[in-house]
């Protein structure tokens, strides 16, 4: 781990990009005989996205593959910043940081390979899933105890609102 999690603000943290596969599904990828695929995601994971929205903040997906799928549900979960295909993500992330204008310690990444090494080390706050490669793990400021697409990215959410003192407010609807 490359920072002392006592020295991150998690309250300037404004965006959540996430990796998608190994990240917000668990890896798998199931090819159908017409060509199609389809992916496994967690649904906790998906209510913990729609949570990290209503405290006003933003959400984006950087993945290295293209797949109908990520789009169909980054649309189900109201996730606007799709950028799929990107195989040297660092470019996509610093215009995405550009075009929300924001600095990199107002963001927190998680990923699972090689290739969200360059981000995590970036971002605000950079995480590993459980299942992440060791690189990964090694360059991370914190490592889920979730595996990617088994609650990995709720227990991240849960994690950077408890911090920022923002998740009781959130709770309230639910303890009524």
Request: charged fraction near 25%.
């Given at each position: 781990m490359h920072r002392n999690l006592e020295s991150i603000d998690f309250f300037q943290i404004r965006l959540l990009i996430l990796d998608l596969d190994g990240v917000l599904t668990d890896g798998s990828i199931f090819l159908h005989a017409d060509g199609s695929e389809s992916k496994r995601f967690h649904v906790q994971d998906g209510h913990g996205i729609k949570m990290w929205q209503r405290a006003g903040l933003e959400v984006a997906i950087i993945s290295g593959r293209e797949a109908?799928?990520?789009?169909?549900?980054?649309?189900?979960?109201?996730?606007?910043?799709?950028?799929?295909?990107?195989?040297?993500?660092?470019?996509?992330?610093?215009?995405?940081?550009?075009?929300?204008?924001?600095?990199?310690?107002?963001?927190?990444?998680?990923?699972?390979?090689?290739?969200?090494?360059?981000?995590?080390?970036?971002?605000?706050?950079?995480?590993?899933?459980?299942?992440?490669?060791?690189?990964?793990?090694?360059?991370?400021?914190?490592?889920?105890?979730?595996n990617g697409g088994r609650g990995a990215v709720r227990e991240v959410i849960e994690y950077i609102l408890k911090r920022s003192d923002r998740w009781q407010e959130l709770m309230d609807p639910y303890l009524v």
């Open positions: 109908k799928v990520t789009d169909l549900r980054a649309e189900q979960l109201g996730i606007q910043h799709v950028l799929q295909g990107r195989k040297k993500k660092l470019p996509t992330f610093e215009s995405l940081l550009s075009e929300l204008c924001l600095r990199q310690e107002q963001v927190a990444y998680i990923g699972d390979d090689l290739l969200d090494i360059p981000l995590i080390r970036r971002a605000g706050f950079g995480v590993a899933v459980a299942n992440a490669v060791n690189e990964v793990k090694d360059a991370a400021d914190y490592v889920t105890q979730l």
